[in-house]
């Protein structure tokens, strides 16, 4: 018996919750991070200032055009109804040839927003405009 085409392999992200595939996206956003710097001068040195490392803040991450399960939909819809659960999500990067290259664990996370497309009756597939995803932060993985 052959196997069903895989929806998500025309997506260069795959989107994993609890190690389980629930999407695809074309295209990531946000996943940035920035660490504030304080400034200290010390008396009598003149020719430098200290710089000292202080908080790591991170931008929320944006999922945009994808095609998902109603997964996302439903974790969304528990937020709406006040019901935060946090989990960590997994964003793969797939080369041309479908073998992951890279991953990026994106911890704590839950959905703040979600997006759909505009419905049109023709179409076959369901498509997710975007899902945005407030964090504790990321790793590589």
Do not use: C
């Amino acid at each position: 018996m052959t196997r069903p085409a895989d929806p998500y392999r025309s997506f260069r992200f795959r989107v994993e919750l609890d190690r389980v595939q629930h999407g695809g996206f074309a295209r990531v956003k946000g996943l940035n991070r920035e660490t504030k710097v304080e400034v200290y001068r010390e008396g009598g040195v003149n020719d430098f200032e200290h710089k000292l490392a202080s908080l790591t803040s991170y931008g929320n991450v944006t999922l945009e055009h994808g095609l998902a399960d109603d997964q996302l939909w439903r974790w969304h819809q528990e937020v709406v109804d006040g019901r935060i659960v946090r989990s960590p999500v997994t964003i793969v990067l797939q080369d041309e040839s479908g073998q992951d290259q890279w991953r990026w664990i994106i911890e704590r996370a839950f959905p703040v927003k979600w997006n759909g497309t505009d419905l049109e009756a023709l179409s076959t597939q369901v498509l997710v405009e975007s899902v945005e995803l407030a964090h504790h932060g990321f790793r590589r993985g």
